[in-house]
């Protein structure tokens, strides 16, 4: 069965940090990009963060210099390390098989991200 999940999502403080993982089973990540979203209420799917098969990675200007998204291929996951979390963060995250929500990869099935005093 091939399928992505996503992990390490909860409720955090305004300032706080949170790592999200991205594991897939029944393929291999290293020969795709793979990219973070996140939806909130009433709002649609947006882009996070995105890495590509060498590495190289992008990123909104609205999580520039607190997000950082990684892979380690031996666990076949990849990482968002979010610090410096805003209540405009609060969503659920998801990742994905490609760059863009228009790319037509695998999803996973999102990991709740709260941020609150």
């Known amino acids: 069965q091939l399928q992505l999940v996503e992990s390490g999502g909860g409720l955090v403080q305004p300032g706080g940090s949170l790592r999200l993982s991205c594991t897939a089973s029944g393929f291999t990540l290293d020969n795709t990009p793979v990219g973070w979203f996140r939806q909130s209420p009433g709002k649609g799917r947006g882009a996070v963060s995105c890495?590509?098969?060498?590495?190289?990675?992008i990123y909104a200007d609205s999580v520039k210099g607190r997000f950082t998204i990684s892979r380690d291929n031996a666990k076949n996951t990849v990482y968002l390390q979010m610090n410096s979390l805003k209540p405009e963060d609060t969503a659920v995250y998801y990742c994905s098989t490609g760059c863009t929500v228009q790319a037509g990869g695998y999803w996973g099935q999102g990991t709740q991200v709260t941020v609150s005093s």
């Open positions: 890495v590509s098969t060498s590495g190289s990675t």
